[in-house]
C-alpha cells in the first residue's frame, strides 16, 4: 500500500481529538489518531474542484474519522482508473472528504476545514507535475510528479525542488522543475528493499510509446523499457538483487520548447553496499502538455572517468 512507504517518524503526530465542520456548520466531524500521510495535492481535479492551485489534505483510517451531518458524494474516476470520490456539504457545497479505490481504508480530509488548520503540516507535494505556473510551491517539500509511486521510499529532501536563483521566465522554470520531478520519479520507483517493491508500472508510465533505453554495455544494446523492468525484476524475484537504490545527486536540465535534455549524476546501492556511480541522460519531450521520456542511456564513473561537481549537487541549472 502507499501509505506504507512513509516511515512513521516522518508522520505529523495529532495526539489530541481534532474537530472540523463545513463551511455553513450542516456538517461536522471529529477525528481520534495520528494520520497516515499529509500532502498538497497538484492534480488538475483538485485544481478545478478548490479554483485554486492545490488542495491540502491529511490521510486518516476511515474508523478515525466520525461525521455528523449528511455529506454528499460525486463518483469519478481516477487517474489510476479506479474509482475515486469527493465528499460535499449538499448546503453549501463546502468540499470536506475525498475516497480512491487505490487508498483503501483510507479518508482524505481537506485541511482547510479543521476548526484548528495549524496543525496540517505537509510531508511532500503529489502530481507536481500538474502545478501551475503560478503555484509557489515550497522548495524543502519532496516532489512527486503523481502519486508517490508505491513500494517506494520517500524523496530525499535533496532531491527537492530548488528555487531558481536566475531570472528565466516562469514557463521555462515550471518545464524545468516538470522535468526534474519525472526524472527524480524514474529513480524512485525502481528501488526495493525486503519489505518494499518497486513501481514499475509508475517508471513505464514515464516514457512515450515506443521510449527506449541504452545501458552502458558494448557494443550498444537497446532494450523497450518493459524488457529493462522485466530483467530488474527477474533479478529482484532470484535474490540476485535482494535490495537495490539509486539516488540522484545532482540533475542538470535544459529546455528548448517542447524539448529537454537532461543529466542526472547517481549513485548505486545493491544488497546494502554503495557499488558505483552513474550519469543518466533522458531525452524528453513534451506533447499536449505533458513531459515524458523518449530515450534514456547512462554510462557509470571509473577510472578516468568521474561525475562533474555540477551533477553531484542538488539543482535544476542548465548546462549548457
Not at 483538485?46 to 476511515?62: D, E, H, L, N, W
Not at 528565466?168 to 519489505?195: C, G, K, M, N, P
Request: glycine letters at 8%; a negative charge.
Amino acid at each position: 500500500m502507499v501509505l506504507a512507504r512513509f516511515q512513521r517518524e516522518e508522520m505529523p503526530m495529532m495526539s489530541n481529538k481534532i474537530a472540523g465542520r463545513c463551511l455553513c456548520g450542516t456538517v461536522g466531524f471529529e477525528i481520534e489518531g495520528n494520520p497516515v500521510f499529509s500532502a498538497n495535492c497538484h492534480c488538475r481535479d483538485c485544481q478545478r474542484a478548490t479554483g485554486s492551485a492545490y488542495m491540502p489534505v491529511i490521510g486518516f483510517p476511515q474508523s478515525a474519522v466520525t461525521v455528523t451531518g449528511e455529506v454528499t458524494y460525486f463518483e469519478r474516476r481516477g487517474d489510476s482508473g479506479k474509482g475515486a470520490s469527493e465528499g460535499f456539504c449538499p448546503r453549501c457545497g463546502a468540499r470536506l472528504f475525498a475516497r480512491a479505490d487505490v487508498l483503501d481504508g483510507i479518508i482524505l480530509v481537506q485541511a482547510g476545514n479543521l476548526d484548528d488548520p495549524s496543525v496540517f503540516k505537509p510531508q511532500f507535494d503529489m502530481y507536481a507535475a500538474s502545478a501551475q505556473v503560478w503555484d509557489c510551491m515550497d522548495p524543502a517539500l519532496p516532489k512527486y510528479p503523481q502519486m508517490p509511486p508505491l513500494g517506494a521510499g520517500p524523496v530525499n529532501s535533496s532531491q527537492a525542488l530548488p528555487v531558481s536563483e536566475s531570472h528565466r521566465s516562469d514557463v521555462l522554470e515550471a518545464d524545468e522543475r516538470t522535468v526534474h520531478v519525472l526524472i527524480v520519479a524514474q529513480f524512485v520507483a525502481l528501488r526495493w528493499s525486503s519489505d518494499t517493491t518497486p513501481d514499475f508500472s509508475s517508471l513505464l508510465a514515464g516514457f512515450i510509446e515506443g521510449g527506449r533505453m541504452y545501458p552502458v554495455q558494448r557494443p550498444l544494446l537497446e532494450q523497450t523499457p518493459a524488457a529493462f523492468c522485466a530483467r530488474r525484476d527477474a533479478l529482484r524475484q532470484s535474490c540476485t538483487l535482494a535490495t537495490f537504490e539509486e539516488r540522484v545527486l545532482g540533475v542538470r536540465i535544459s529546455v528548448f520548447g517542447n524539448l529537454a535534455i537532461a543529466l542526472a549524476g547517481c549513485e548505486m546501492t545493491e544488497n546494502g553496499n554503495l557499488t558505483t556511480r552513474d550519469v543518466s541522460g533522458f531525452l524528453c519531450l513534451k506533447d499536449a502538455g505533458e513531459w515524458r521520456i523518449a530515450a534514456q542511456a547512462w554510462d557509470l564513473e571509473r577510472d578516468g572517468l568521474s561525475l562533474s561537481a555540477a551533477l553531484t549537487s542538488p539543482s535544476t541549472g542548465s548546462f549548457l
